[in-house]
């Protein structure tokens, strides 16, 4: 076995005691002093015959502009190459003042060498979706980031890139326009959208390319509405524009005093320009007039706002809370009455109460501690009837028992102004403190499901959004996901005691 540590050498004049002691003294590789030692005992000589690879290497030190083409930042590799030592390599590394290279940043400079020139990627990113560039390089997003910025290329914004995305999509699917017309007469813009796959606004906005007037269509859900009402009172009308001039009521009753407003969620939405207060200023018009109403969501459930229909009419089954059983609620019984017969669901309460009309549960009340005002004790978190029934002096019951048995100092309650005014809780004590400002909602295209903003508040947007910014306000980050907002009417705050 060859021993590097054992071998006395002459090296350029010097004697050294072993080959391992000349590569420390002269910081010369072990390969290069072999070249150039001659061997204090001539026995020696054949000892490292045919020991270990011989690679070319200078037989000086190496210039700047050398280690510059050679040191790709693997230490080792230059240094074989160069003929020096590690310690050597990164002394010259130092007096030439060459940057040292991280392990990252050399497996980021050996990946960009299939990086293609500038106009190419530049057309590329301009007219094709991130995921058919990364496919054709066959990368992955962080290298084309990195690309983009060395050739400082401004990167587009999410909404951009989604943009590029489903429009080469829709290119591939879309129909000719004979096609589409044709399909037109016998479907619906919501047939059509299942059959193609897109949203109803796609579909919307190929009709209109091919000179179609969509202005005077109506979703079907609105019609069978319509239809609806019509069963139960003939007097209902459609499409009236002269109570609340210019706006619109899409199906109107002069007799019962009630009006209802059927919103698309996408062109009720800031998308198409509704602003903030465009369903509050109807409601207001309409309450001027005397007239009640009710904002529906295309997103809202059929059948509980027929429900709510009927008991606006006063033609539901009647029950009288005079003949009901009182009693509190496990939560599980509670939160399956609030999700099968109240608008907007379930809430999590502390206090549940409901009455009993024989065995049927007909009307519940859930009360918690005040959420958003901590000026109030308890809050009232849910009144909810039977979607059958209307039960007479229901609510005035529940309050009564739950300010005897649980003695409230203060109490707080919210009247969804899109359903009504909350006008019985005025006749259960409590007092009409003011009207919020219009809140509002969340929804994608895709979905056509509206959320809550509090679910998309600003610091809970990194772990629901695929792209976010810091940078960006909660709308800005939501808008550049694709999302719009819609906004309701605003909510009547009652508080007890008056």
């Keep these: 076995m060859t021993n590097y540590s054992s071998t006395p050498i002459i090296l350029r004049g010097a004697r050294y005691d072993s080959i391992k002691k000349a590569m420390e003294d002269t910081g010369l590789s072990r390969y290069l ?32 502009d050398e280690l510059i083409s050679t040191y790709t ?39 960009d060498e299939s990086k293609p020139p500038k106009e190419e990627l530049e057309r590329l990113y301009s007219e094709s979706s991130v995921a058919e560039i990364l496919e054709h390089y066959g990368i992955n997003h962080r290298k084309l980031t990195r690309w983009l910025d060395s050739y400082s290329i401004p990167r587009r914004s999410h909404g951009e890139t989604a943009s590029i995305k489903h429009r080469v999509r829709h290119e591939r699917i879309r129909p000719d326009c004979d ?12 047939e059509l959208s299942l059959e193609y796959g897109v949203d109803k606004y796609t579909i919307s906005g ?154 049927e549960l007909v009307m519940v009340g859930s009360f ?59 006749h259960c004590g409590f007092k009409r403190l003011e009207d919020s400002e219009p809140n509002y909602f969340y929804f994608h295209p895709n979905e056509m499901i509206p959320w809550s903003r509090v679910k998309f508040q600003k610091h809970k947007l990194p772990g629901l959004l695929e792209n976010f910014d810091p940078e960006l306000t909660e709308h800005a980050n939501m808008k550049a996901n694709g999302y719009h907002r819609i906004w309701d009417c605003g909510n009547a705050v009652y508080v007890y005691p008056e």
């Design 33 to 64: 002093i072999k070249k150039e030692a001659e061997y204090v005992y001539p026995e020696d000589a054949g000892k490292f015959a045919n020991s270990g690879a011989t690679p070319k290497v200078p037989d000086r030190l190496p210039n700047r």
């Design 206 to 359: 190929w009709l209109k390319e091919c000179g179609i007037d969509i202005s005077t269509q109506r979703s079907r859900a609105e019609l069978e509405l319509y239809e609806y009402c019509q069963s139960l009172d003939p007097s209902f009308i459609r499409g009236d524009r002269e109570l609340i001039s210019p706006y619109e009521i899409d199906i109107l009753s002069h007799e019962r005093g009630l009006a209802i407003e059927y919103c698309g969620l996408y062109w009720h939405s800031d998308a198409v320009g509704k602003t903030k207060g465009y369903h509050r200023d109807k409601y207001l018009k309409c309450r001027e007039l005397g007239y009640q109403l009710i904002t529906v969501f295309e997103s809202d459930d059929p059948g509980k706002v027929r429900a709510l229909i009927r008991t606006m009419l006063g033609i539901n089954l009647r029950v009288w809370a005079r003949k009901t059983k009182i009693r509190e609620l496990e939560p599980r019984v509670a939160h399956e009455f609030h999700r099968a017969h109240h608008l907007a669901g379930t809430v999590g309460a502390r206090v549940h109460i409901g009455l009993y009309h024989g065995n």
């Design 179 to 190: 096609s589409l017309c044709d399909a037109y007469t016998r479907k619906s813009i919501h």
């Design 368 to 426: 918690g501690r005040a959420q958003h005002n901590s000026g109030y004790e308890w809050e009232c978190a849910r009144m909810t009837s039977h979607t059958e029934y209307t039960t007479v002096g229901g609510a005035s019951k529940i309050f009564r028992y739950f300010f005897d048995t649980h003695r409230p100092g203060s109490c707080i309650t919210y009247a969804d102004l899109r359903f009504g005014e909350g006008r019985v809780y005025e």
């Design 73 to 111: 930042g693997n230490v080792r590799k230059a240094a074989r190459a160069l003929g020096v030592t590690e310690r050597v390599l990164k002394d010259l590394l130092d007096e030439y003042s060459i940057p040292r290279i991280s392990r990252s940043e050399a497996l980021i400079l050996k990946s």
